[in-house]
């Protein structure tokens, strides 16, 4: 498994999680690296994304209210989601986009190959 996201749970509106995601150094290395979300019955959405150059975008749902960074040390990307919202309910994935374009951030996500298995995020 070349992506393994942890962090999610059930938390109340208003409040924080900190999700993680531990990657192969494989796909750590590669360009940029994102959060997505999914609820039942709608498409995945782009949340969050951070390349290479420490560039970052973000949904304007989330804008101000989350931050991506990584780790490098422990090849690991992190999602810090604070001000909860019960819509921020969903399954949340992280992946990776090999190729450098500018393309992977907001409000593209194009490009992204590899994918985790996903952690569950609730909110009430």
């Known amino acids: 498994v070349q992506l393994v996201e942890s962090g999610g749970g059930s938390v109340q509106a208003g409040g924080s999680l900190r999700l993680s995601c531990v990657a192969s150094a494989f796909y750590y290395r590669m360009y940029c690296m994102g959060w997505f979300r999914q609820t039942p019955g709608k498409e995945r959405e782009g949340v969050a994304a951070?390349?290479?150059?420490?560039?970052?975008s973000y949904a304007d749902s989330v804008k101000g209210r989350f931050t991506i960074s990584r780790d490098n040390a422990k090849n690991t990307l992190y999602l810090q989601m604070n001000s909860l919202k019960p819509e921020d309910t969903a399954m949340y994935y992280c992946a990776t986009r090999p190729i450098r374009s500018s393309s992977c951030h907001f409000p593209f996500w194009e490009g992204y190959a590899v994918w985790g298995q996903g952690t569950q995020v609730t909110v009430s």
């Open positions: 951070i390349d290479s150059d420490g560039r970052t």
